[in-house]
């Protein structure tokens, strides 16, 4: 059975990540992001979003595992800060639903979803450049860059949140990391 943990940024909807992929019968753990990574013990890795880019405890290291991660809003943006990219305030602040474009039908995260998909997302603050060796994988007309992937070191992003009903297809983007973790 695949096992995934979800890091906990102290974020409003970070049970609701646990849940979700608990649902699709995947053995979850939730842990809080200052675990020491020689304790995480999983097939991939989820760093959820939160409410303070200054409050991610030990996340920068648990980018050094060699396992599938997959940051979802701030957890997007921790990947972008740490890895080269560039995160910033966003023009349009707090939760909204928002219509994003696919950009690249091939990506094993989000590619699967309809070129134009309803989300649940909060823009207060955004990815503004991509690392190098990501894709921009989706935009929308409030944010740029709404998912990002580096398929080659598995690491993927979305700056929406798939674990909320808001979110149209959210449990398949969580079945496709499932499928990249297995």
């Known amino acids: 059975m695949t096992r995934i943990v979800v890091i906990d ?17 995947v053995d979850v753990e939730l842990v809080d992001n200052d675990t020491p990574p020689e304790e995480i013990d999983a097939d ?11 409050d991610i405890g030990n996340c920068p290291a648990y980018l050094d595992l060699e396992i599938p991660v997959f940051g979802i809003c701030l957890g997007m943006q921790i990947l972008a ?26 990506d094993p995260l989000v590619g699967s979803l309809a070129p134009r998909t309803r989300v649940w997302a909060s823009h207060a603050d955004e990815v503004k450049e991509v690392p190098e060796g990501f ?25 929406w949140h798939p674990e909320v009903a808001h979110t149209e297809r959210g449990e398949e983007v969580f079945r496709n990391f499932i499928d990249i973790c297995e």
């Open 44 to 54: 991939g890795l989820v760093l959820s979003g939160g409410p303070d880019i200054d």
């Open 9 to 25: 940024n102290h974020g409003q909807f970070t049970h609701l990540e646990r849940r979700a992929l608990r649902d699709l019968g």
């Open 135 to 159: 894709s921009h994988t989706a935009t929308s007309d409030v944010c740029d860059v709404e998912a990002m992937s580096d398929p080659d070191r598995d690491r993927y992003g979305v700056q």
């Open 81 to 106: 800060d740490e890895l080269g990219g560039r995160v910033d305030s966003g023009d349009y602040g707090g939760y909204a639903d928002v219509d994003v474009d696919i950009l690249d039908g091939d």
